[in-house]
């Protein structure tokens, strides 16, 4: 019966869209009278689409232990390895750790490492990865509009009171400019409040992050992190409904990230949701190519990967994560390389390639893949929307002046899609991860000319006004 009901709600949303949905688009009032200037700033993920963006470390390894080892155990395993440094995530599982070698060590002692703490230890209770570093596609000179963003500043009239929204969307990027928030006329309370559901710090909003060295901190001095929070903001705002965005800084503002803190920030959210939360959506907006075999499924009676594991600990957390499929126009499905994160199969992972937007007919057929977007031969990108022609609107500490950015690239169909999912869970309320993205597969039509590229051929148009 609730799959029924369900599916008559999905139906409504179906034909009042009549298939099309408006996001990804904001309406400019750049009217003579309207006494707003507006910077034109145009963004272009596409433009690095050659450069390479995920990097092995030289030094460090990340080691996952199963709950029965105990702290003694930990210290004695760590002490017969030449580490100069161990750290653990802030927030969330206290079983993984990064382990820092010195910088001058073998790569074959580092692979080494590895291969020795799988095989010492019995039936697999402590295992080994190498970390790698993540850089984000540049997005131009970002200014920020205020300082000392954080714990307890101003943010605190932008926080939503707990349990006030069904729609929970944490957004793990280069943080936020809140500031942009503030100057607009009826601030929205829309931050998440985890204070209400971890303690990883004394705080009153109970903000807490994992990019190093400011790990308290989520100012978004980069621009990617708030580009693709307004998208979704835009695309909620627009049906007037209650939301909140959890924003997770695990990039700095050259937009360097890593591997570990990618785990960290989705560990955080899987604690976050075992205390009640009730983040559905998780946005990943970022990836690269990675070596084929760390996708691969585990042999009978191996474990999974660190990584598959988090998302698969996620799913039961209840938290779908949707994430882009890259730039580059490659197959990402053929070849020795794969992608972080598009390639893994976990169910809970929705990715999202984008389709050749026509800006001057916006309707025209056939719907064909962005010439620039990624795509899989066989089916790891499991859906399309427009790659191009995002726009949104920044305000600014000067009321008469307004950033009006054009945004194309994957990442920014990543946010529109987190936007429609948070719609889809309006109407059902919170469901589980697959159910959630089977719903919002039941949104696409099929397009022909996607035919084994992306899953299905499914996309999602944008609709012409």
């Known amino acids: 019966m609730k799959t029924k009901i369900t599916f008559l709600l999905l139906l409504t949303i179906i034909l009042s869209s009549c298939t099309k ?43 996952k232990y199963q709950p029965q080892v105990t702290p003694e155990e930990r210290k004695a395993i760590r002490e017969t390895y030449p ?26 002692e580092i692979e080494g490492v590895v291969e020795r703490l799988s095989r010492t230890s019995p039936r697999g209770t402590t295992r080994g990865e190498r970390s790698f570093d993540i ?9 920020v509009q205020g300082q000392g963003q954080g714990v307890d500043g101003e943010e605190e009239a932008l926080i939503a009171n707990a349990g006030n929204s069904k729609i929970n969307i944490a957004v793990i990027d280069t943080g936020l400019d809140f500031y942009r928030y503030l100057f607009t006329n009826e601030p929205k309370k829309f931050l998440f409040p985890s204070g209400g559901f971890g303690s990883c710090y004394p705080t009153t909003s109970g903000w807490n992050f994992t990019q190093e060295p400011n790990n308290r901190y989520f100012a978004d001095g980069n621009g990617h992190g708030t580009y693709i929070t307004k998208i979704i903001t835009d695309e909620l705002d627009s049906k007037n409904l209650n939301y909140s965005i959890l924003p997770l800084k695990v990039f700095d503002d050259a937009g360097k990230g890593s591997y570990w803190n990618v785990l960290c920030a989705l560990s955080y959210i899987k ?9 559905s959506i998780v946005n990943a907006s970022f990836g690269g190519e990675m070596p084929r075999e760390i996708f691969e499924e585990p042999a009978p009676g191996d ?47 929705l990715t999202v390639g984008g389709y050749e937007y026509d800006t001057i007919n ?92 992306i899953d299905e051929s499914r996309v999602i148009p944008r609709a012409t006004n």
């Not at 580490?83 to 074959?108: M, R, S």
């Not at 999974?304 to 882009?324: P, W, Y």
């Not at 499905?333 to 994160?341: L, V």
């Open 362 to 453: 916006p309707g025209s057929l056939p719907i064909r893949l962005h010439p620039l977007s990624n795509y899989g031969s066989k089916g790891s990108i499991d859906i399309a929307l427009a790659f191009n022609d995002y726009r949104i609107i920044l305000d600014n500490s000067d009321p008469s002046l307004k950033n009006r950015v054009t945004l194309q690239g994957t990442s920014y169909a990543t946010a529109a899609m987190s936007g429609i999912a948070g719609l889809v869970i309006n109407q059902v309320g919170r469901v589980p991860a697959e159910e959630l993205k089977n719903l919002i597969f039941n949104l696409a039509i099929e397009a022909p000319e996607l035919d084994g590229k």
């Open 83 to 108: 580490i100069i440094e161990f750290k653990q995530c802030d927030c969330g599982d206290t079983n993984i750790e990064l382990w820092i070698f010195d910088p001058n060590i073998p790569e074959l």
């Open 21 to 63: 949905l408006p996001y990804g688009q904001h309406i400019d009032d750049d009217t003579s009278n309207s006494g707003i200037t507006y910077d034109d700033i145009r963004v272009d993920e596409g433009i690095s689409s050659e450069k390479k963006n995920i990097f092995m470390s030289p030094n460090n390894v990340i080691v």
């Open 271 to 279: 604690q976050l949701n075992q205390n009640g939360a009730n983040i």
């Open 135 to 143: 850089e984000l596609s540049p997005v131009g000179p970002y200014t």
């Open 303 to 349: 474990q999974k990967n660190i990584f598959a594991q988090t998302i698969e600990d996620l799913n039961r957390a209840g938290a779908l994560v949707i994430t882009s499929a890259g730039n580059d126009n490659k197959d990402v499905d053929q070849g020795p390389n794969g992608d972080f994160i598009s390639s893994f199969r976990e169910t809970n992972i």
